[in-house]
């Protein structure tokens, strides 16, 4: 089956500086894809690619069958994202910010209800989204993405400001997501562990180029196999970057 991201030498570059190097992503169809990388590794500026926040310097890429750039706007319209922190009226409420996004959409007015029940939000949908705590902001932010129920999801750092009960819930709604409504979830996070208990796929990257991407047993096989760590992700992440580290500095 063909991937439903597929990326050819996908590159994006600021002056000297190369964010990503060549990439050659594959996100599998009805999959929950852990997209791991450190600080600065060039995950966010791909996903922004994804979206058309910013332009790539060379190579191109494919969202399920669509060419960038000539099928930009479909692209954009079966798509759903949350990408660094969201953004939202303060004088509106939760409810108020997602209908403006409905309509930009032009969503039925039910899409509104199913996403706020989604993010358990619900109960704070009459409330002020300047009084909303940082784990709530995060959970409208999810539900904005999730309006309509687009069958791909882009989600960056999804879980970021939520207490251990609210990961947990956030974790198990993503996990459901692509046999509940036949959709794939590209997911960015810094909490390994989340991505181990939620992702069927992985892509490490490290200074804009692609480590491994396949399932966490092929990651474990493949760790093992060079001598590496390979019975936490954890572990296993840090070693692959540190060697990748390594052989940078002795070019």
Known sequence: MRPVIETRNLTK???????????????????????????????????????????????TFVMDGKQYPQDRVEILKETGSFIEAPSFYGNLTGEENLDILRRILGLPKSAVEDALELT??????????RKYSLGMKQRLGLAGALLGRPPLLILDEPTNGLDPSGIHEIRSLIRSLP?????????????????ELMADF??????????????????????????????????????????????????
Do not use: W
């Open 13 to 59: 570059t600021y002056g000297r500086f190369t964010a990503v190097s060549g990439l050659n992503l594959h996100v599998p169809r009805n999959s929950v894809y852990g997209f791991l990388g450190p600080n600065g590794a060039g995950k966010s500026t791909t996903m922004k690619m994804f979206l058309g926040l910013t332009r790539p310097s060379g190579g």
């Open 120 to 129: 358990g939000l619900t109960p704070y949908r009459k409330r002020l989204a």
């Open 179 to 195: 046999e509940q409504f036949d959709c794939t979830v590209l997911v960015s996070s810094h909490l390994l562990a989340e991505i």
């Open 202 to 251: 992985v892509g490490i990257l490290n200074h804009g180029h692609l480590l491994f991407e396949g399932t966490l047993e092929e990651l474990r096989q493949s760790a093992a196999e060079r001598g590496l760590p390979a019975d936490n992700l954890e572990d296993t992440f840090l070693a692959l970057v540190d060697a990748d580290n390594q052989n940078r500095r002795r070019r």
